[in-house]
């Protein structure tokens, strides 16, 4: 059975930063498309930013270039997602999903076609 846990969310102050994880079971982020989406209160659910973690093009939403990075632990079958900058229009609760039921990564990423998904974790941004 896969499961993909999503773990680092808080509560911080606008300007600074948070680190989320995701971490895979039942499943390898070798060569697979990913992503971060997030979801905020009485809004749909928009990508963040996906990517093969085989090698190939990054998407980031143009509200997150520059302050976002997504990347990948293969030893320990983890994806990342670095948050610098963070602005109170950042607060949603953030999941990961992997394995694209799309023909490619970067479809999959804007129809949020995904198979798997967390649970998602809270990030919340104050001023």
């Known amino acids: 059975q896969v499961q993909l846990v999503e773990s680092g969310g808080d509560s911080v102050q606008a300007g600074g930063s948070l680190r989320l994880s995701c971490t895979a079971s039942?499943?390898?982020?070798?060569?697979?498309?990913v992503g971060w989406f997030r979801q905020a209160p009485g809004k749909q659910r928009e990508g963040v930013v996906g990517?093969?973690?085989?090698?190939?093009?990054?998407y980031y939403a143009d509200s997150v270039k520059g302050r976002f990075t997504i990347s990948h632990d293969a030893t320990k079958n983890q994806l990342f997602l670095q948050m610098n900058s963070l602005k109170p229009e950042d607060t949603a609760m953030y999941y990961c999903?992997?394995?694209?039921?799309?023909?490619?990564?970067?479809?999959?990423?804007?129809?949020?076609?995904?198979?798997?998904w967390g649970q998602g974790t809270p990030v919340t941004v104050s001023l």
């Open positions: 999903a992997a394995e694209r039921t799309s023909p490619a990564c970067a479809t999959a990423f804007l129809d949020r076609a995904f198979r798997y």
């Open positions: 039942g499943f390898r982020f070798r060569s697979q498309c």
């Open positions: 990517f093969n973690t085989g090698g190939g093009s990054t």
